[in-house]
T-cell receptor
Framework: NAGVMQNPRHLVRRRGQEARLRCSPM?????VYWYRQLPEEGLKFMVY????????ESGMPKERFSAEFPKEGPSILRIQQVVRGDSAAYFC???????????FGAGTRLSVL | DAKTTQPTSMDCAEGRAANLPCNHS???????VYWYRQIHSQGPQYIIH???NNETNEMASLIITEDRKSSTLILPHATLRDTAVYYC???????????????FGQGTILTVHP
């Protein structure tokens, strides 16, 4: 049973470009969570999605960031007009139900030049 | 919603048991105690969780006090590969702001040395 798959593992963008991070949950999991880890800081919750719905986006920056989890395909975290402060590791997790064990992917390291 | 407090760092000799404490004095009745660890910059790894009974799996044991205000994660025979940051987190399965949302604190940096 494959784990949570994130791609790309590393992403380099120039300031002003768009970044798209993808997350495929574990088989049988319909709940997806995104977390961000800034350099030398702890993991922070960003957003929680269930198929086609955003359940909790209390940790998402108000501008430039969006997330989706369509009926078919992976969850996407999209960052528009990236700035150097967006450089971080972005982790995705999935669970079978809300409040159950969350399993994490290996993360996407975003570097903004 | 419960906040957890953990020591900043701990050391353990290889082959010995590592006992990592966590205080969660304001935990509510529907909040489980979860333990995760993050090895270097990898994705967090689930270890174990429990509500009020002690739990054991192939990785670790979790001892929760009867009043549920604190718990201890036990790695019975620590190896060098257990060096990581260990996080104790309260997670609700039925409402509240910790419902489905992991709140990571600073965790405990466990260093296992030869």
């Amino acid at each position: 049973n494959a784990g949570v798959m994130q791609n790309p593992r590393h992403l380099v963008r120039r300031r002003g470009q768009e970044a798209r991070l993808r997350c495929s949950p574990m088989k049988g999991h319909s709940h997806v969570y995104w977390y961000r880890q800034l350099p030398e800081e702890g993991l922070k919750f960003m957003v929680y999605l269930q198929k086609e719905n955003i359940i909790d986006e209390s940790g998402m920056p108000k501008e430039r960031f969006s997330a989706e989890f369509p009926k078919e395909g992976p969850s996407i975290l999209r960052i528009q007009q990236v700035v150097r402060g967006d450089s971080a590791a972005y982790f995705c997790a999935s669970s079978r139900d809300r409040g159950n064990i969350q399993y994490f992917g290996a993360g996407t390291r975003l570097s903004v030049l | 919603d419960a906040k957890t407090t953990q020591p900043t760092s701990m050391d353990c000799a290889e082959g010995r048991a590592a006992n990592l404490p966590c205080n969660h004095s304001t935990i509510s009745g529907n909040e489980y105690v979860y333990w995760y660890r993050q090895i270097h910059s990898q994705g967090p790894q689930y270890i174990i969780h429990g509500l009020k009974n002690n739990e054991t799996n192939e990785m670790a044991s979790l001892i929760i006090t009867e009043d549920r205000k604190s718990s201890t994660l036990i790695l019975p025979h620590a190896t060098l590969r257990d060096t990581a940051v260990y996080y104790c987190i309260a997670l609700s399965n039925a409402g509240g702001t910790s419902y489905g949302k992991l709140t990571f604190g600073q965790g405990t940096i466990l260093t296992v040395h030869p």
